[in-house]
């Protein structure tokens, strides 16, 4: 069975605080396994976050979307931005991970987790939006 559900944020808190009533529900509804959730949780929180701070550089009132898709076996969550391009599969891994935490660098330790808590990671640019595409298989 697919289900489908989107939601349209603004590029502010207050838009997260949405996104994860909205997550959590769904979670609930479509009886969403706990460590499915979290992982999608983090995930999810990690690349809106991103498009927030880096994207819209903290200007509000921007438009991000977000498609929830059920499939038999896995879940799919679809993040759709207009801002300036960026594919964070780019991002280099932290090769610092063996070191104490205050001997790390700064940065990059959150797309390192999504790829880590997602099954597939994928980005596109399409008439002008970045889109994300996280996908966490359910069996």
């Known amino acids: 069975m697919l289900r489908n559900k989107i939601i349209n ?8 605080e949405i ?3 909205q997550l959590a529900k ?3 509804d479509w009886e969403i396994a706990d460590d499915v959730a979290f992982s999608m949780n983090l995930a999810l ?3 809106v976050t991103n498009i927030i701070d880096y994207g819209y550089k903290g200007v509000e009132d921007y438009d991000i979307i977000i498609r929830f898709t059920l499939e038999k076996h896995r879940l ?3 993040i759709k931005d207009n801002a300036p391009e960026f594919n964070p599969l780019d991002v ?12 790390r660098n700064v940065g ?3 797309i390192h987790l999504v790829k880590k808590f997602t099954d597939n990671f994928s980005y596109r640019r399409s008439n002008g939006k970045n889109i994300v ?7």
């Open 92 to 103: 280099k891994d932290p090769d610092d991970l063996d070191k104490p935490l205050e001997e």
């Open 9 to 16: 944020i603004k590029s502010r808190i207050s838009g997260m």
């Open 76 to 78: 799919r969550i679809q």
């Open 108 to 110: 990059g330790l959150g």
């Open 19 to 21: 996104m994860n009533e």
């Open 26 to 28: 769904l979670v609930k």
């Open 133 to 139: 595409t996280l996908t966490k298989n359910l069996a």
């Open 45 to 47: 929180e990690e690349i």
